[in-house]
């Protein structure tokens, strides 16, 4: 069974930066595809950013996050600058069972938990 924990999330200042970090157990995840989503209250989930064969971003946060892992130790990684109070939302990271990202939620099978950002005007 795969479990997925995230961290790093909490509050900052707009204009500030925050390092979120997803650490998959119980299988090893260097072939598979990552993705971060968010979720602001009221809101559906969003995608954020996938790698997994290629790289790709939400417009929203092009040139302002940036997604990378360290498969030796199963960690992915989102780093956050420049962040706005839009973007505050719960985020989660997901695992699909297939090389290549997508956007879509469905096509990911393994959640976390998720961990909070607050940005304050």
């Known amino acids: 069974q795969v479990q997925l924990v995230e961290s790093g999330g909490g509050l900052v200042q707009a204009g500030g930066s925050l390092r979120l970090s997803c650490a998959a157990s119980?299988?090893?995840?260097?072939?598979?595809?990552v993705g971060w989503f968010r979720q602001a209250p009221g809101k559906e989930r969003e995608f954020v950013a996938g790698n997994g064969g290629v790289t790709f971003y939400d417009d929203s946060v092009k040139g302002r996050f940036t997604i990378s892992r360290d498969n030796a130790r199963n960690t992915v990684f989102l780093q956050m600058n420049t962040l706005k109070p839009e973007d505050t939302a719960v985020y989660y990271c997901a695992l699909r069972l297939s090389t290549w990202a997508t956007r879509a939620r469905r096509d990911y099978a393994y959640w976390g938990q998720g961990t909070q950002v607050t940005v304050s005007s």
């Open positions: 119980g299988r090893t995840f260097s072939s598979n595809a």
